[in-house]
């Protein structure tokens, strides 16, 4: 009776661990989603690369920020893809670096690779500008405030001062401490009533002479500017411009564009910083053009001609004059010793694929290597770029035919499904030192005879690649391309053969982990000349499958290749990547916490080898998989958690297995003990409590195998309650979810 009334007062449970989750107010909540937003704006070609794993394959024609490949491919991020060209225009190299913890942790080899890996670690520019000069960053945006010349500019004041000889010094020293003290909010509006405002304090100073009027002029006109009253700025700055004091006449001009284009900007971005070009004041902005180019040829070599030929591109940018932009990022590129450049080469990549790439169409671009960038994204959406588009921009391309002829043939291949189409646009040689545009050339082509069933001829392709492969990450794409045409051919044992091209140990991995057979993974772990890794990677995943395919004997016999110190090779640091976990072979069921215990996984093996439905083997097999997390480890795609297969292309490691049988699902296992009508009475209740337990405490499945409904739960808690409630678990188990 007692069991009975237990089980009518027990409920589904309220989710306790929810409770010990931290409350956060709403301003927190739309402040975090903005900053996701901000991460992931531009989303046509701009990546977030965090918790990024690769995707082992070549064919991309989706935005993939976690899987570039080093040729031109739609896939790949904007960045990827112009940098490439750029490297081809002799403006920087590419290098090939040790892979990373983070990355090898994460299941990286050297191709694919992630956006934030190619930027900070194998992408290297020729320019000696590390980044844009604080005084040329565009202002106005979350980027940074225009206020970011505050600071900046209170040394060239002070030495304008300096230099005014007819000053008397002690109103030189009450100008100077009025500027180091200037510390503006920058804010649209401020009132010009407000008591933070620091232009009454500048009025009131004691200055008498004509020179100090007109340094008391500036400084109450770059307060008007700070502080957003840009009409008052204006007057200031116009009053200043003919001034005959040299520093106040070319800063004041300067400052005439900028004022202008804050005015022009004033109302085009929210609180957040995202931006409304439609906001913006048209009329202010030609103005602040007119006043920087009027700048620009008035003092040409200034001191502020590098951020006034950088704001130009700032208006055009918020004038929505991608050609303009496109035109100045080409200059930029051109022009690397001019007193006008400001742009380093990485800087300008990130600030195309933020600014001119998301406004531009294709028709609106004069530059080839620009253009090219722009058709490969608009290759993702099929709709945005036909082939008579294409064929419109042949004059764009004179002088750049190869490039041309490669839009061509990525566009029969990636948008129109053509890979015959492709082929004819692709010629065969290879020449004896390929370019990244030849090199991606000839990796399409490939793909292209592998998409036509051509897989011989792909093959030999690949192999004659090989040896022409001389620039960073040529080699280990290709060595990719074949080791996907390896295991379509269902050869994969090639890529194990003494003197196999195939030498990248993530992809040899990957085989081994999804591919091998267990004859090959056993002729792996004997030959000695592999590395270490390899051959207990080889072991690892030949035990892991013997065992949790029911290849009970043969996990006996396999048993014995371990080493004797296996107990010493612990987890990973993460799932499988790294040094394999030989050690957790060496489990040893003791009693676990909910006071059950079983044998070693020989043993367990054994059991389960007389018969494979015995109760008591059954139960420890699952307490086994349960003990280690078994059911969700990255790179084994035996579990149905794991794909098998892509719908984009050829994914390494995505072939059938080649071990037969039905992976062990601990949920079919307790049902299977639970209906056994000979199973002991113990292991009943301990597979009733594990099978409830399967859906804690999320209401999900964690244990495999069908679910289940949770009228199904609620009667497994009732029978656990009621037929056994002399056990343990019984008495322990306080719900169902």
């Known amino acids: 009776m007692a069991a009975t009334s237990q089980a009518k007062r027990a409920t589904v ?85 040790p892979i990373a913890q983070e990355d090898s942790e994460q299941g990286y080899g050297n191709v694919p690779f992630s956006v934030k890996n190619f930027e900070s670690n194998v992408f290297l520019a020729n320019d000696a500008v590390s980044s844009i000069k604080k005084e040329d960053m565009q202002e106005g945006t979350n980027e940074v405030s225009r206020c970011v010349s505050n600071e900046i500019g209170k040394n060239g004041f002070v030495e304008a001062l300096g230099n005014t000889g007819e000053l008397p010094d002690a109103e030189r020293q009450l100008l100077a401490d009025a500027r180091l003290e200037l510390k503006p909010r920058c804010v649209e509006v401020f009132s010009n009533t407000s008591s933070n405002s620091a232009s009454p304090a500048i009025k009131a100073l004691k200055i008498t002479s004509a020179s100090g009027n007109e340094f008391r002029q500036y400084l109450l006109a770059i307060t008007s500017f700070y502080e957003g009253r840009y009409d008052e700025a204006l007057d200031g700055f116009g009053n200043l411009a003919d001034s005959s004091q040299a520093w106040l006449r070319e800063t004041s001009r300067y400052m005439l564009g900028r004022t202008r284009l804050n005015h022009s900007q004033k109302d085009a971005f929210d609180e957040y910083g995202f931006p409304d070009l439609k906001k913006v ?27 006034a030929r950088g704001l130009l591109r700032r208006v055009y940018w918020m004038g929505n004059r991608p050609r303009k932009l496109a035109e100045e990022y080409a200059w930029q590129l051109k022009h690397p010793e001019s007193p006008q450049h400001n742009l380093s080469l990485d800087a300008m990549v990130l600030e195309a694929d933020n600014k001119l790439f998301d406004i531009a169409q294709p028709e609106q671009m004069d530059n080839p290597i620009f253009l090219a960038t722009l058709d490969l994204s608009l290759m993702r959406t099929p709709e945005r770029i036909d082939a008579s588009g294409l064929e419109k921009q042949l004059p764009v391309f004179a002088g750049h035919k190869p490039l041309y002829d490669y839009l061509l043939a990525a566009h029969s291949f990636y948008v129109q499904k053509d890979p015959a189409g492709a082929l004819k646009t692709l010629p065969a040689d290879i020449p004896p030192e390929m370019t990244y545009l030849d090199f991606s050339r000839l990796i399409l082509r490939g793909l292209a005879l592998e998409e036509t069933k051509d897989h011989r001829g792909a093959r030999q392709l690949w192999l004659s690649l090989l040896p022409v492969c001389k620039q960073p990450l040529q080699a280990e794409t290709v060595q990719l391309a074949l080791a996907l045409n390896y295991e379509q051919a269902n050869e994969i044992e090639l890529a194990f053969e003494e003197k196999s091209p195939i030498t990248e140990s993530a ?47 043969r996990y006996i016999e396999d048993y014995a290749l371990l080493p004797q110190d296996a107990a010493k090779y612990t987890a990973p640091q993460y799932g499988n990547y790294g040094e394999p976990q030989l050690a957790l072979f060496t489990w040893s069921g003791v009693k676990n916490k909910d006071n059950y215990g079983c044998p070693s996984t020989l043993e367990i093996a054994k059991i389960l080898a007389k018969d494979p439905q015995d109760p008591a083997g059954l139960i420890c ?110 008495k322990s188990l306080k719900y169902y979810w």
């Open 13 to 97: 449970c309220p989710w306790p661990h929810l409770r010990e989750v931290p409350m956060i107010s709403h301003h927190q909540l739309f402040a975090a989603l903005c900053i996701t937003l901000v991460l992931s704006a531009g989303v046509a070609g701009a990546s977030s690369d965090y918790f990024c794993n690769p995707r082992w394959t070549l064919v991309q024609s989706e935005y993939a920020s976690c899987s570039n490949v080093p040729f031109l491919s739609p896939g790949n991020d904007r960045r990827v893809n112009l940098k490439l060209l750029l490297v081809d225009a002799g403006l920087a190299k590419l290098q090939t670096q």
């Open 621 to 730: 097999l699952g307490d086994f998989v349960k003990s280690n997390n078994l059911g969700s480890l990255p790179g084994y795609r035996d579990f149905p958690d794991e794909p098998r297969a892509d719908a984009v292309g050829a994914v390494l490691g995505s072939a059938p297995s080649r071990f037969t049988g039905e992976t062990f699902s601990r949920g079919e296992a307790y049902k299977r003990v639970m209906a056994d009508t000979h199973a002991p009475h113990d292991l009943k209740a301990y597979a009733l409590f594990r099978a409830i337990k399967c859906y804690a405490p999320s209401g999900y499945n964690d244990c495999g195998g069908n679910e289940v409904a949770i009228s199904v739960r609620r009667s497994w808690f009732k029978t656990l309650k009621n037929d056994y409630p002399d056990t343990t678990w019984a």
């Open 507 to 553: 992809i040899r991995n990957i085989l081994i982990r999804n591919d091998a057979s267990p004859d090959l993974l056993r002729r792996i772990i004997q030959l000695k000349d592999n590395a270490v890794q390899e051959r207990h990677l080889a072991l690892y995943t030949l035990l892991y499958k013997d065992l949790l395919k029911g290849h009970y004997q």
């Open 281 to 307: 004041d048209q009329q202010r902005l030609a103005a602040a053009e007119d006043e920087f180019n009027k700048y620009l040829q008035e003092y040409p070599n200034g001191v502020y001609a590098p951020s």
